[in-house]
């Protein structure tokens, strides 16, 4: 009986390679013709003479826009890539990768390592080449932007282009030919510091301590949700935490307190450019406040040509809400980091105060750090403090936009392993980990992130 076992097992091993041999020397191309059948194309009636539109009845024109509408708004067909080949050993490369993918926060079970496994034992190419496909793409989706769905992340509208559906297949199909699915899986990872030390963080953490697992894990997410690479230098504003922070190469050179978006104006999470700082600015009332200002003193009426008005302005001055300094920083959210004329709030413990912009401790002084680093000389500390003290409202631009991050994590870590939790101020976290724990087949491709 094991004779025979051993025979099957014999006969199925050299099956696998005889079809491996046949089409690995096919082009990479080879199941194009598999994944999708041609369409025929439809006969198409011999075109009539042209004329001038100018000449066209202007009905047979109007006709013609209704019933045929312009090339470009038609879109183009979806891209179909070939099915590439696996080799089992990339294939079982990639089943250790899932096997471990905890140490990630995340599931193996999202990714089902056992029919994997069953595909590496069936002996069937072509059986391996989908499901291996299947498992990196649903991999690289993760690691790239994270496994909660969009629609479960309240709040947050900052994008993410680390990955698409082109990129996906090119990484596939380098990291086959050159036997290096684990790194090149790894290479999708967060590169910011604060995801490695939340990684050893839940490394260190006994499992059963369920709640603060759960915390974790579902942070590291959210850092996947990030683009992988901040850029060099950038401000992130961490609303959990109601801290600002200046970051270069990794460091933070400059860190100070933040009044975030109260409870009924949450602050949106977003990234944009800061392209300068207005000084002595005025503040343009937003409509959703406008009920709250309207009439008093202090503000101005804007009117319009027929002599309506149409808003409220807040000159400069002491009661100016936005204080002494705006950070340019266009969004279609209105949300900015800027002074206040109300400083004692920064010393409340819970500082979820404001309509949604970011009110920053000393903002004057970030400004004064961006421009002496950037060493422009028009726009010294001096220079800065004579405009102040002037009154006038002055913009004043970088040579550099600078990228902001506005964002929310619930946790953090040090490098020595201590980990800090922060009050779920918007209470998020909830449904953010329930979206997490999902069982169910993930409802997004990387196409549609």
């Given at each position: 009986?094991?004779?025979k ?15 491996f ?5 096919l082009?990479?191309a080879?199941?194009?013709?598999q ?9 198409q ?5 042209a ?8 009905a047979?024109q109007?006709?013609g826009?209704?019933?045929?509408p ?5 879109p183009?067909?979806p891209?179909v890539?070939p099915t590439?080949?696996?080799h ?12 471990q993918i905890g140490?990630e ?5 999202d990714?089902d ?6 595909a590496?034992?069936?002996g069937d190419?072509l059986l ?8 990196f793409?649903?991999?690289s989706?993760d690691?790239?932007?994270g ?6 992340r309240d ?10 559906r082109?990129?996906?297949?090119l990484l596939m199909r380098?990291a086959l030919?050159q036997?290096?699915v684990?790194d090149?899986l790894?290479?999708l ?6 995801y490695r030390d939340l ?5 260190t953490t006994?499992r ?18 990030l683009?992988r ?9 961490n ?6 922070a200046l ?5 933070t050179?400059w860190?100070?307190r933040?009044?975030?978006g ?11 450019m ?9 503040w343009?009332?937003?409509k959703?406040i406008?009920p ?6 202090g ?6 040509k ?7 302005r807040?000159?400069p001055?002491?009661?100016?809400a936005l204080?002494?300094l ?6 279609p ?6 002074d206040?004329?109300?400083r004692?709030?920064f ?11 970011i009110?920053?401790?000393?903002v004057?002084?970030l400004?004064?750090t ?7 000389p ?5 220079k800065i403090d004579?405009?102040l ?14 990228p902001?991050y ?7 870590a040090?490098?020595?392993?201590k ?6 101020v918007?209470k998020?976290?909830?449904?953010v980990?329930?979206?997490l724990?999902?069982?169910r ?9």
């Amino acid at each position: 009986m094991s004779l025979k076992k051993n025979g099957l097992a014999m006969g199925m091993r050299v099956k696998f390679w005889v079809t491996f041999s046949a089409l690995s020397a096919l082009p990479v191309a080879w199941a194009t013709a598999q994944t999708a059948a041609p369409v025929p194309a439809k006969p198409q009636a011999k075109p009539a003479a042209a004329q001038p539109a100018a000449a066209q009845p202007v009905a047979a024109q109007t006709q013609g826009a209704a019933a045929q509408p312009p090339a470009s708004t038609v879109p183009p067909p979806p891209v179909v890539y070939p099915t590439l080949i696996w080799h089992p050993r990339d294939a079982q490369d990639l089943l250790t990768f899932i096997e471990q993918i905890g140490s990630e926060g995340l599931d193996p079970a999202d990714y089902d390592p056992a029919g994997l496994a069953m595909a590496l034992r069936s002996g069937d190419p072509l059986l391996l080449a989908k499901t291996a496909t299947d498992r990196f793409n649903r991999v690289s989706g993760d690691l790239a932007f994270g496994h909660v769905p969009r629609a479960e992340r309240d709040g947050w509208h900052i994008p993410d282009r680390d990955l698409n559906r082109e990129r996906q297949f090119l990484l596939m199909r380098a990291a086959l030919e050159q036997h290096r699915v684990p790194d090149s899986l790894r290479g999708l990872l967060p590169t910011h510091p604060q995801y490695r030390d939340l990684k050893n963080a839940l490394s260190t953490t006994p499992r059963d301590q369920t709640a603060q697992v759960n915390r974790l894990r579902l942070n590291l997410d959210r850092w996947r949700w990030l683009p992988r690479d901040l850029g060099e230098k950038y401000i992130i504003v961490n609303v959990p935490a109601f801290y600002v922070a200046l970051v270069e190469n990794g460091v933070t050179k400059w860190r100070q307190r933040a009044v975030a978006g109260a409870i009924k104006t949450p602050t949106p999470m977003l990234s944009v450019m800061a392209t300068g700082v207005s000084i002595n600015p005025s503040w343009f009332v937003p409509k959703s406040i406008e009920p709250e200002v309207r009439g008093k003193p202090g503000y101005v009426p804007l009117r319009g040509k027929d002599g309506k008005i149409k808003g409220w302005r807040q000159p400069p001055g002491p009661n100016n809400a936005l204080g002494e300094l705006k950070f340019v920083m266009y969004n279609p959210h209105n949300i900015y980091l800027h002074d206040t004329n109300a400083r004692s709030r920064f010393n409340s413990q819970i500082r979820s105060l404001s309509h949604g912009c970011i009110r920053t401790q000393n903002v004057v002084d970030l400004a004064k750090t961006i421009f002496a680093e950037e060493g422009n000389p028009a726009w010294t500390a001096e220079k800065i403090d004579a405009v102040l003290a002037s009154k006038k409202t002055v913009q004043a631009d970088f040579a550099k936009p600078i990228p902001v991050y506005i964002v929310y994590f619930s946790t953090a870590a040090s490098t020595d392993g201590k980990i800090v939790n922060y009050g779920d101020v918007y209470k998020r976290d909830p449904k953010v980990l329930a979206a997490l724990l999902d069982k169910r087949p993930p409802r997004e491709t990387v196409a549609t992130r």
